[in-house]
């Protein structure tokens, strides 16, 4: 790929045209960049040139970071205020307010193999239907990878709009996430006296409708 012609280090060229390609909006607000060795591959670099053109971009408030999840960008109105510039409104400035979308994230101690299954595939596709429709994308947070003193900050890194927790959790670990984050909702687990709904699966009850069916069909 051409890079930026000029006096510059190669990897001030690469921020370069990251930079453009954020203001152009080929890369949306909360969008998560290619990885490194995409990024790599594309400027025929090696990938400590591309982390440092990144590290550039997330020293201006352009992008963040989430360990074990990748870098995204930021919404334009961060990004300017982050950097103290006015920078990231450049010629794509409307396209991006036009098309700012909510990020909505979705942390769980169930998303490992161990755990995981059918039953939460299920969910998470509901909520990847439901979320077009307000103009929101999903954002999983890999908990296995963080310690429980991290979550706050790295979910507030993320500038999340709103919250999905699901699955069990201890309870003043939850109770600590909800009462500092955005706005929450509980999935397959009930806390009492947070701030928040919760939806839970009446397992008990599912149970004994399938068995009275059978009972009723004669198996």
């Known amino acids: 790929m051409q890079l930026p012609s000029g006096k510059h280090f190669l990897y001030e060229s690469i921020a370069a045209r990251l930079r453009e390609e954020i203001a152009s909006g080929k890369f949306l607000p909360g969008e998560r960049l290619p990885s490194l060795d995409t990024f790599s591959e594309t400027f025929r670099v090696n990938r400590l040139t591309v982390r440092k053109a990144i590290e550039i971009l997330r020293d201006e408030g352009l992008v963040y970071a989430i360990p074990a999840?990748?870098?995204?960008?930021?919404?334009?109105?961060?990004?300017?205020?982050?950097?103290?510039?006015?920078?990231?409104?450049?010629?794509?400035?409307?396209?991006?307010?036009?098309?700012?979308?909510?990020?909505?994230?979705?942390?769980?101690?169930?998303?490992?193999?161990?755990?995981?299954?059918?039953?939460?595939?299920?969910i998470i596709a509901g909520i990847n239907e439901?979320?077009?429709?307000?103009?929101?994308?999903?954002?999983?947070?890999?908990?296995?990878?963080m310690r429980p003193e991290e979550l706050a900050e790295i979910r507030d890194s993320a500038q999340t709009d709103a919250m999905i927790y699901m699955g069990p959790f201890d309870r003043v670990l939850l109770a600590r996430l909800v009462r500092s984050g955005p706005p929450a909702v509980l999935v397959d687990f009930e806390a009492r006296g947070l701030p928040c709904d919760s939806i839970c699966i009446d397992n008990e009850l599912g149970g004994h409708a399938v068995g009275q069916l059978l009972l009723e069909t004669g198996c």
């Open 69 to 122: 999840q990748g870098t995204y960008v930021r919404q334009v109105q961060e990004a300017a205020s982050a950097s103290g510039t006015g920078r990231a409104q450049g010629a794509g400035s409307a396209r991006h307010s036009a098309r700012k979308s909510r990020v909505v994230g979705l942390l769980s101690q169930v998303l490992v193999p161990a755990n995981f299954g059918p039953y939460h595939q299920e």
């Open 130 to 145: 439901a979320l077009p429709e307000y103009g929101a994308n999903l954002l999983i947070y890999a908990v296995g990878m």
